[in-house]
């Protein structure tokens, strides 16, 4: 077998017992194919490790991840962890500056080979009888080997990953989807002119919420929740996500002052040539996305309390802050918003049916000095704040799914993007071979217009 051969790995392996994308039981075919658009999901999507389970092989296993920022691995040997399921993955920087991505499991006799969420090595060596590893995944000793052992076939199993405007995301799946080029052009353009690749990370929080994964990014996707988020309504026009045509009356002066803000911001946009119109695939193609420049309220600068800048140095040496917010959503689980200030990463890392990392990074300038250019409290105090109050709003919601009582209930047409993301779900196991009928309720989450 070629190195090659023997590093990929494949995505039609057994999850558990009884559990393949391949063989999927009736009772789980049935779950998805029932799915009844503009409703919940029901509450086995939330709560049945087989669903768990599936989520991570077929979900999961099929789209590329937003894993970290490389400003998170700046140095050859700079490694970070990353937990999906049962899966243990190993994202490093080798000794050309490349980033790498492996699975953290020996291949001698299996153990993990880096237990800690982050740090450092000349070398990945296993801690059990120490096989040893370099940065490139090649297998550099192993001690009383017979004379016909071929360290060659015994690299670590590669895993695809690739660089997208400073930020790293990996696919576990053999082929790897083929409209990913596309959508990391978009990307680029986009979020390039921030200059990720001169950043640093400013501060990391994980924050385990008591949920289903879906259950935080269902939230995510909606601001019809927003009234709980007094810090986040400081700089964040509360409407996302409203037309005209459902805007509530509360809500009036928030969308008058959003249109002042827009009409400046788009003069400044085009002074500055950065593109800002929205553009949404989010479940129209395999990697579903949206993407769109917007102004912020307050100072109009950053998300913080009074929507002023954060931090003093600029990222990309942008000639003003008063650049609003770059908001990116990436199916299944990642959003970004990217100021003229900082950016801040969020990822949505599945731990067990009823239990999801969410992982919080910003990240600033490479030159900006802590206490001089800014202060972490005031960096990181509306997300803080905001995520907190979110972790309460999931687990209540995974509280409520996991009683017997709960029956799937209709969204409001202001949660479009919530009916995107779980038809796009939905959309995405509906391809396994397991179906070899058609599943009813793909047509996209059409919305009206969202112009302000
Ligand atoms: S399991 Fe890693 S060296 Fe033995
Ligand atoms: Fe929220």
Redesign the pocket.
């Known amino acids: 077998m070629s190195e090659e051969d023997s590093t990929m790995t494949t995505t039609t392996e057994p999850v558990r017992r009884g559990v393949s994308p391949t063989a999927l039981p009736t009772r789980l075919r049935d779950l998805v194919a029932r799915r009844i658009p503009w409703r919940s999901l029901e509450a086995p999507f939330y709560t049945d490790p087989d669903v768990f389970a599936l989520d991570i092989e077929a979900i999961f296993g099929r789209s590329w991840i937003f894993a970290a920022a490389e400003a998170e691995i700046p140095e050859p040997g700079d490694y970070v962890t990353i937990t999906l399921g049962r899966y243990s993955l190993i994202v490093v920087r080798d000794d050309d500056e490349q980033v790498r991505a492996f699975h953290n499991v ?1 291949r ?4 993990r080979l880096l237990m800690e969420d982050r740090g450092s090595v000349g070398n990945i060596v ?1 801690a ?4 040893t590893y370099g940065v490139d995944g090649s297998l550099r000793f192993a001690e009383s080997q017979s004379a016909d052992f071929d360290a060659s076939c015994y690299g670590l199993r590669h895993v695809h990953v690739r660089t997208v405007a400073g930020l790293v995301f990996l696919c576990l799946a053999q082929e790897t989807p083929e409209d990913f080029d596309e959508v990391a052009g978009i990307v680029e353009d986009y979020v390039g002119p921030h200059d990720l690749t001169h950043a640093k990370v400013a501060a990391q929080i994980d924050l385990v919420e008591r949920c289903n994964w879906k259950l935080t990014m269902e939230n995510n996707r909606e601001c019809y929740h927003c009234a709980g988020h007094p810090e986040l309504n400081c700089s964040i026009f509360p409407v996302y996500g409203y037309t005209p045509e459902n805007l509530p009356p509360r809500l009036q002066g928030d969308a008058e002052r959003l249109r002042t803000a827009t009409a400046e911001a788009i003069r400044t946009y085009d002074a500055l040539g950065l593109p800002y119109a929205a553009r949404e695939e989010l479940d129209t193609r395999t990697t579903g996305y949206r993407i769109e420049r917007e102004a912020l309220d307050g100072a109009g600068e950053s998300i913080t309390v009074d929507g002023a800048a954060a931090v003093r140095r600029l990222l990309a040496g942008f000639p003003t802050a008063k650049l609003g917010r770059l908001g990116l959503h990436l199916q299944p689980n990642s959003w970004f918003h990217f100021m003229a200030d900082h950016a801040v990463a969020f990822t949505a890392l599945p731990i067990s049916p009823d239990r999801t990392l969410v992982r919080s990074t910003w990240l600033v300038h490479a030159d900006a000095v802590e206490g001089e250019d800014y202060d972490v409290e005031s960096l990181t105090h509306v997300w803080k704040a905001t995520n907190l109050q979110d972790a309460g709003f999931v687990e209540r919601a995974q509280l409520g799914v996991s009683s017997p009582a709960y029956l799937p209930g209709p969204y409001s047409s202001t949660e479009y993007q919530v009916e995107a993301f779980v038809n796009w779900y939905i959309g995405r196991l509906a391809t396994l071979p397991a179906f070899s009928e058609q599943v009813d309720g793909l047509q996209p989450a059409v919305h009206g217009d969202l112009t302000w």
């Open positions: 020996c001698h006799r299996g153990a296993c059990y009888h120490s096989w």
